[in-house]
């Protein structure tokens, strides 16, 4: 009898599963005809057999074609994806439920009738039994359906694996089936002993007949997976809409077409260039922008006349038709006429694709100017602003590049330039290197047109001279000497005298050194040995060496004795100047060397590994004291802390970060990392994953120094940041000096653009502050607010939190 009921469940679940691959109207009627015609005949069918498949458990007809039409159902909803399948169905178990009540009241009504010929002696009252039945055979069917339905669109809101939801869904069936089977005699005959032993003894039928028809839709789901896949990841049930009437739906519908045409509005208003393409790459329809960017005429554009081949390009390379297993394609093209104008270019598939192919949305937005403001940051860079020579990174790369011939190195170093600042002000120390610039400029115009001249630190400059002829790098270096020895005029008050040191590295073959390195270590050796001298590199260690292994050693020390302090320079908005974050900042003060700048002790510690102790211990320290001023009701404030590259690329930093605000009860929310340009050149793969995990902690990232590195419009793009501080080198000739108003300006629009928050950094005027609020700068950073503050005079600063004048308060 097993073999039986395994026989009739297969001819039940064959035609379902074979109407599955039909096209969609043909499938539909099929499935209706089918459906209808087991209900017809399943309440019948219970009276002419029953199955006995084992001890005590025993399936009847009417229950084969019950379990049949559940599983035809589920089916049915499942591969046509449509929640209103279900609609329909109920309307179909409601007609043919009405269908059988007439037909069993004529049929007891013809049994009445005398004179009739009733040879089998059918009672009458048969049919009047049945009719109850019926209609609560029909409740129940549907009241079963809608509970299959909401677990299934409860488990799709799970978003569990597909083999765990098949699962869920089959066990559901299984379980939906077995509950028929006792609720439908409880409520039919009344809840008795008699009647609950018949439910009790009929259970391993009921669960025979159900876990037989689950094995077709386990079936489908394994033979149909893309359809079964797809049904899980459509829209869930708006229930609201199954109870509608046909007039809500068509209000519905009215305004679903409302929402089309304001779509068709925003496509063809849209600035960005969009367009529908389809597998060969024509195009059915294109927005005015779209058209615009490549000049296609709008009769041609939307009648499948025009064709997106060739249109958009990488490098040499033009971009064909998108394969047809594409899940979407975002990169850098050009486009127009020779190719000239920068754009964006997304292509994502707007359907399912089939073998036949299938459509794209093509959009393209237009970043000429983006690309006009990346240019400025790019020569931002690679040259020094203040004197218009290029930089540090513009000789590393030119280092890189050399090939073949030998050359010289020299590093020139201003004698005692930090007594001008300190006694002049910065504005005569800008003069000073200004006019050196100027004089050293002079001098390489008498070099090879290859060589060169560059500013590469605070008072420092260096010449690159492609040449092994020793007797003509002496007569340079004599000539620079000259130059720069002579006095500076400032102004009509003031003539400062200058001196320099130089430090020299001759290199025999490119590459084989590291120049650089060389030469500095050559013009600390000559300042050792006394001030306007040269110094030549040599294989020795040198006394600069020898500073830095012994500040090295206090470092260490400082460290495990908890000698570093943290201060904190306030940050305010641009527009209310409000108090709304601080920067964390080291300082150290030894016993023997006395007030020790960062600007000593950082690369120190870079260089002997201790960044990421150093790194760790103001984390820890700024996130503590930030966590004391919010349980104190103060304000709450963004802490921002500086990480080093060295810790960024260790990948330490993603363990530690977590359980130090875990420790210190600091939220994630309030904590911004600032990491420099230069921490993840070159290496964004490394260090995108890291800066991903910060993120997810719901760390704010930020990029320090903007501007002073390897400024990039696709690193900005790739990199998840939240903010871009504006380097002060930057702000201190605004407003007075129209080209660095204006390369600030674009910094703050491309930022805006990108959606990242601005804080401009040493801001010491009205002015600047001025000029800043108006062209959106978000944060200002700088004296003009304040100095940096022990963690002491900001707390007595969090009390007054709003600053009305700060020229005329205590904060300075």
């Known amino acids: 009898m097993t073999t039986l009921l395994l026989f009739q469940s297969l001819a039940f679940s064959l035609f379902p599963l074979y109407f599955t691959i039909l096209p969609g109207s043909v499938r539909r009627v099929h499935f209706y005809v089918y459906i209808s015609l087991v209900l017809l005949i399943g309440g019948f069918m219970g009276n002419v057999y029953a199955l006995p498949v084992a001890d005590g458990a025993v399936i009847s007809g009417g229950n084969l074609c019950y379990g049949a039409f559940m599983m035809a159902s589920v089916m049915f909803v499942w591969v046509e994806r449509d929640a209103f399948i279900l609609r329909r169905l109920v309307r179909l178990v409601v007609l043919v439920d009405i269908f059988k009540v007439v037909l069993s009241f004529l049929t007891q009504t013809i049994l009445e009738t005398s004179g009739v010929i009733n040879p089998h002696g059918v009672p009458s009252k048969l049919f009047e039994i049945s009719t109850p039945l019926i209609v609560l055979g029909g409740v129940l069917i549907i009241t079963e359906l809608l509970i299959l339905l909401f677990i299934f669109e409860l488990t799709k809101k799970m978003k569990a694996s597909l083999s765990i939801t098949a699962v869920i869904y ?71 809409l199954l109870a509608s009437t046909s007039a809500d739906l068509i209000k519905e519908m009215d305004r679903k077409d409302q929402d089309v045409r304001r779509g068709d509005i925003v496509f063809q208003n849209s600035t960005e260039g969009l367009a529908i393409v389809d597998h060969s790459g024509l195009i059915l329809k294109a927005n005015a922008a779209f058209r615009r960017m490549l000049e296609i005429p709008e009769e041609i554009a939307n009648t499948a006349g025009a064709s997106v081949k060739g249109a958009f390009w990488q490098g040499d390379t033009a971009i064909g038709c998108p394969p047809l297993d594409a899940d979407g394609w975002r990169e850098e093209v050009m486009f127009g006429r020779d190719r000239r104008r920068p754009g964006i270019l997304s292509i994502i598939p707007a359907e399912e694709i089939t073998s036949g192919g299938g459509s794209f949305v093509y959009s393209v937005a237009d970043i000429t100017e983006q690309k006009a403001a990346q240019e400025g940051l790019e020569y931002l860079a690679s040259h020094d602003q203040l004197t218009g020579l290029p930089n540090r990174r513009f000789l590393g790369q030119r280092l890189l590049g050399l090939r073949g011939t030998g050359y010289a190195l020299i590093v020139v170093g201003l004698d005692h330039f930090k007594d001008v600042n300190d006694s002049y002000g910065h504005g005569v120390g800008d003069r000073v290197l200004k006019v050196v610039a100027s004089r050293l400029d002079a001098v390489r115009n008498n070099l090879g047109p290859h060589d060169l001249v560059c500013r590469t630190g605070g008072d420092e400059f260096a010449l690159l001279i492609q040449s092994e002829d020793s007797k003509f790098i002496e007569s340079t270096l004599q000539q620079v000497q000259l130059v720069l020895s002579q006095t500076i005029h400032v102004d009509d008050s003031l003539d400062l005298f200058s001196s320099v040191t130089i430090g020299v590295s001759y290199q025999p073959r490119p590459g084989a050194r590291d120049a650089l390195l060389e030469a500095d270590a050559a013009l600390h050796e000559a300042k050792r040995v006394g001030r306007g001298s040269i110094g030549v590199y040599e294989d020795r260690l040198t006394a600069e060496s020898q500073k830095k292994m012994k500040l090295g050693l206090k470092l260490k020390n400082a460290l495990a004795c908890n000698q570093l302090e943290v201060y904190y320079q306030p940050q305010f908005d641009a527009m209310t100047h409000e108090m709304e974050g601080v920067e964390a900042l080291v300082r150290w003060t030894d016993p023997d060397l006395g007030v020790v700048p960062p600007s000593d002790f950082i690369p120190v510690a870079e260089e002997t590994g201790l960044i990421e102790t150093l790194g760790e211990y103001v984390l820890e320290k700024a996130c503590r004291d930030g966590q004391e001023w919010i349980r104190s009701g103060y304000a709450p404030l963004t802490v921002s802390v500086n990480i080093s590259a060295s810790q960024l690329r260790a990948g330490r930093l993603v363990s530690v970060l977590p359980k130090t605000l875990a420790e210190t009860g600091f939220p994630a929310s309030r904590l911004e990392i600032e990491i420099t340009e230069s921490s993840y050149i070159e290496r964004e793969q490394e260090v995108i994953p890291f800066l991903k995990e910060m993120k997810g902690l719901g760390v704010s990232i930020a990029i320090d120094d903007f501007g002073t590195g390897y400024s990039s419009l696709s690193y900005l793009r790739e990199m998840p940041l939240d903010c871009i501080k504006i380097d002060r080198s930057f702000i201190v000739n605004i407003p007075h000096d129209d080209k660095q108003c204006g390369l600030v300006s674009a910094i703050i629009k491309l930022a805006k653009v990108m959606s990242f928050k601005v804080v401009a950094e040493g801001v010491e005027s009205k002015e600047q502050l001025d000029f800043l609020a108006a062209e959106g700068c978000d944060l200002i950073q700088g004296y003009y607010f304040a100095r940096p503050l022990p963690k002491t005079e900001l707390v007595s600063l969090l009390s007054r939190v709003v600053v009305a004048d700060p020229r005329g308060s205590s904060i300075r």
């Not at 379980?175 to 409520?187: E, T, Y």
């Not at 009921?206 to 033979?223: E, H, Q, Y």
């Open 170 to 240: 089959i066990l559901s069936f299984i379980l939906v089936l077995i509950l028929d089977g006792i609720v439908f005699p409880f409520i039919a005959f009344g809840i008795n002993a008699n009647i609950a032993s018949v439910v009790i003894g009929g259970l391993a039928g009921k669960a025979m007949m159900a876990a037989a028809f689950s094995l077709p839709l386990a079936l489908f789901v394994i033979w149909r997976r893309g359809a079964f896949v797809e049904y899980i990841q459509s829209d869930t049930v708006r229930w609201r």
